[in-house]
Nanobody, 116 residues
Framework: QVQLVESGGGLVQPGGSLRLSCAAS???????MGWYRQAPGKQRELVAT???????NYADSVKGRFTISRDNPKNTVYLQMNSLKPEDTAVYYC???????????WGQGTQVTVSS
């Protein structure tokens, strides 16, 4: 089992920045961790992922504005979000995908609201 605890969401004005954190605990092995988001009335979508070795992947809509990073000793993943837009408003979910087990875990979600 893997537990994920997210933090860092909130209300920010357009053009502002936020940083999300996701700390994983439990049986941690080689994995890909990432962030997904779900806006009201829409499907959950990929934001960014990062593998244990550091390979990253971003949705086109956030490239150049968001940066995903990880601290492997702390089993923590970060999402630095800059130049935020109202369309970035959503609940952001942390995801852990075990490369060996194939097990998939989700955090509880953290609300990000971009509004003036």
């Amino acid at each position: 089992q893997v537990q994920l605890v997210e933090s860092g969401g909130g209300l920010v004005q357009p053009g502002g920045s936020l940083r999300l954190s996701c700390a994983a605990s439990g049986r941690i092995f080689r994995n890909v961790m990432g962030w997904y988001r779900q806006a009201p009335g829409k499907q959950r979508e990929l934001v960014a992922t990062i593998a244990s070795g550091g390979t990253t992947n971003y949705a086109d809509s956030v490239k150049g504005r968001f940066t995903i990073s990880r601290d492997n000793p702390k089993n923590t993943v970060y999402l630095q979000m800059n130049s935020l837009k109202p369309e970035d408003t959503a609940v952001y979910y942390c995801n852990y995908n075990g490369l060996l087990s194939g097990n998939n875990y989700w955090g509880q979600g953290t609300q990000v609201t971009v509004s003036s």
